[in-house]
Structure formats: C-alpha cells, structure tokens
C-alpha cells in the first residue's frame, strides 16, 4: 500500500479524537477544526512515521491548541456580554467505556470551568482526566516533565471539582423533563415552562454584541418566565421552529426562523427535576458550522412591528 495512503487513512481514523481533544481545549468548533487541519499538515509532511500514530497526533493537536487558546484568551478578556462554548450538536469521538465522562467533560458548564484553568492546567486535564491518557504520553504532548503534570493534574482536578455541577443521572428522567419543556416552549404554554423552573434558575445568553440578547441574563423562577413570557410568543410570530437535539452532551434545541435559518441554539441544565440553567447562544459567529444562520437583529425588528402599539 501506498505509505502516503496508509497515513492518511491512519489520520482519518484518529480525527474524531483529535477534534474532541482540540474542542475541549479550545471550546470553539472551528478553531478545534483549524487545529486538527493544522496537525494533517505538520503530519503529512512530517518525514518520519512515529512508533505511535496516536501518540504522536495527540500530541501534535494537543500543542497546536495550546497556542490557540493562548492566543484566543486576549479575545474572550475583550468579549461583548457573557462567553460561551460554541455549541457542539455532535460529537464525532465515542468510547463506549468512557460515554458519561465523555458527555459530562464536553458540556457547557464543564467547558466554563476550564476556562478558568491556565492553558497547560487544561491541556493536561482534557488528556489524563478525560482521555485517560498516561503521564508519559501527557508529559510529551505538553513538553512538561512528569513529575509537573502530575502537579499540574492535581491543581486543575481540584479547581474542576470545587466547581464541578451536578446534573441529573436519570437519563430519562431527564430527556423527558427536557422534551415537556420545548414542547410548551413549541406552544407558546408560559405557565407551562414556568411549572418546569427551579427556584433559583438562571437564564443567560451568548450575544457578542451581534444579536439581541437579554443583557446580563435573569435569576429566579419568576424573572425567568417574565423573559421566556416576552421571547416565546414572538419567537411563534416569527414561524420559529424548535428542534430538541442533545447540546454539547446535555439536552437543548436548535431554533430556527421561518426559512429554517438557526437563529439560536439552547442548552439546559437539569437538576432534581427541575431546570436549573437555560444558556442561549445566538452570536452568529457561532453559529455557522450549523447551517445558515438567521438575522437575529431583522427578526427581532420583524417581529416588535408586527406587535400593536401600547
């Protein structure tokens, strides 16, 4: 067989886990994609084949994402409004052995968490706590002894465990929960979603600065349905669409405009049967690996001139 073939085709095998690897690291879609397309080239023209595809891949993605993150952080200290992950609707890398790991370490909540860790402390986490990968191979892909990822380990495992959020283990219990609340979200039923709150929920959303959003977001039950009471009807007015889909591991739904452009993806988190957090991200620039994406600023005008005067 070609040699040139043969890497290619161990790349292609390897991708899913290098985008999971290189998304956890860098909680943007298109840089963990633009990281993975950067380790293909410094790999295809590499001129030795390592002992390791994998090692050696891991470890290349790993570096890559470092930098991108090192640089990406000026970018989110500068960010309009709050930051979130850009939405992940599928994730292309499964281990059966490892699925609620996986699901937990790639959700909004958890990737929030990250950002608080240096680069170095994240990289080693996302390798040895979600990929389970051995200091050896951890100390080589970040260029660190052993002996400082080990430190580096313990300091990030600790910060993830004191903030760490506690969601539903009812898989079931909670997609059911998910699915009453886009149902009454789909039917404009505010009481409906208001029955679903926890007390202290929380709903916040992801603008940048480039589509509306709720300013700083709402707390509380009642706050949040006096929100969800001036977003659902004109979202119905508009011919929204709601699609649940699972949100970087957690429930969520796809919302679209009448032409069936995303307009905003989002995200729950669930707890003792009821609905802790709600995350919305409507930024359009994190949006586009969805499909074509809906004038978020036009539907909003659109839909306040349909409304009668007070």
């Known amino acids: 067989m070609n040699p040139e073939v043969s890497r290619a085709a161990e790349f292609e095998e390897l991708r899913p886990l290098l985008f999971a690897i290189a998304y956890r690291i860098l909680g943007s879609v298109s840089e963990a994609e633009d990281a993975v397309q ?24 790993t570096r890559v994402s ?32 490892r699925s609620a790991e996986l699901a937990d370490s790639v959700s909004m909540a958890a990737l929030l968490l990250l950002e608080r860790l240096s680069p170095l402390e994240r990289a080693v986490f996302v390798l040895r706590e979600v990929f389970g990968f051995g200091f050896a191979e951890v100390s080589s892909a970040v260029g660190r002894p052993e002996a400082a990822c080990r430190q580096l380990a313990v300091r990030a495992r600790r910060h ?27 039917e404009g039923d505010v009481a409906g979603l208001m029955e679903l ?31 969800l009471a001036f ?61 074509p994406v809906a004038d978020a600023w036009a539907i909003a005008a659109a839909a306040d001139a349909r409304r009668p005067p007070p």
């Not at 465990?161 to 283990?169: H, I, L, Q, V, Y």
């Not at 940048?208 to 929100?227: I, S």
Request: hydrophobic share 40%.
């Open 160 to 186: 993830m465990e004191a903030g760490r959020p506690r969601f539903a283990t009812d898989r079931r219990e909670r997609d059911e929960l998910a699915g009453r609340f886009f149902d009454a979200f789909r």
């Open 38 to 61: 950067e380790t293909w080239l410094r790999y295809e023209g590499s001129a030795t084949q390592p002992k390791s595809a994998k090692a050696f891949l891991s470890a290349v993605v």
């Open 197 to 227: 709150l926890a007390a202290d929920v929380h709903m916040v959303g992801d603008g940048g600065g480039k589509a509306p959003q709720f300013g700083t977001g709402a707390f509380g039950a009642a706050n949040v349905a006096a929100l």
């Open 231 to 291: 977003v659902v009807p004109r979202f119905a007015e508009i011919g929204g669409r709601v699609e649940p889909h699972e949100v970087n591991g957690q429930p969520g739904a796809i919302l679209r405009d009448g032409d069936g452009k995303v307009l905003n993806i989002l995200s729950l988190d669930i707890l003792d049967g009821r609905i802790q957090t709600i995350r919305s991200v409507i930024n359009p620039d994190k949006l586009g690996h969805l499909g």
């Open 66 to 97: 470092i930098d991108v993150l090192r640089s990406a952080r000026v970018r989110r200290e500068q960010y309009v409004g709050p930051w979130f992950p850009e939405p992940l609707v599928d994730d292309p890398y499964e281990d059966p052995e």
